[in-house]
């Protein structure tokens, strides 16, 4: 079992800036890719950005070139820097990883998330 803490959510202006956090911890046996989600009243959850353990990014289209996602494979941990935050990126942020456990018959895949973590963007 495996265990997302996320950290860094708030209240931003307009504008402003934050830093979200998330840490793994638990029966990690090896993590391909870890990301942030997020999920606005009434809206489906969607991508925010992800990174595997090799660096790729994607990022959503309304987020890429103001939101950085980054990562410390060493510490399980994923960041998000989100920069000229706007109302609309108000939501709940959710972290997620990607967990493989590889044997010499059979590869799981383990999804784990975070408990969510609130952004709020307001004026």
């Known amino acids: 079992q495996v265990q997302l803490v996320e950290s860094g959510g708030g209240l931003v202006q307009p504008g402003g800036s934050l830093r979200l956090s998330c840490a793994a911890s638990?029966?990690?046996?090896?993590?391909?890719?870890m990301g942030w989600y997020r999920q606005a009243p009434g809206k489906p959850r969607e991508l925010v950005a992800t990174?595997?353990?090799?660096?790729?990014?994607i990022y959503a289209d309304s987020t890429r070139g103001r939101f950085t996602i980054s990562s410390d494979n060493a510490k399980n941990t994923v960041y998000l820097q989100m920069n000229s935050l706007k109302p609309e990126d108000t939501a709940v942020y959710y972290c997620?990883?990607?967990?493989?456990?590889?044997?010499?018959?059979?590869?799981?895949?383990?999804?784990?998330w975070g408990q969510g973590t609130q952004v709020t963007v307001s004026s």
């Open positions: 997620n990883a990607v967990d493989l456990k590889r044997t010499t018959s059979v590869t799981a895949t383990y999804n784990y």
């Open positions: 638990g029966n990690i046996f090896s993590i391909s890719t």
């Open positions: 990174i595997t353990s090799l660096g790729n990014t």
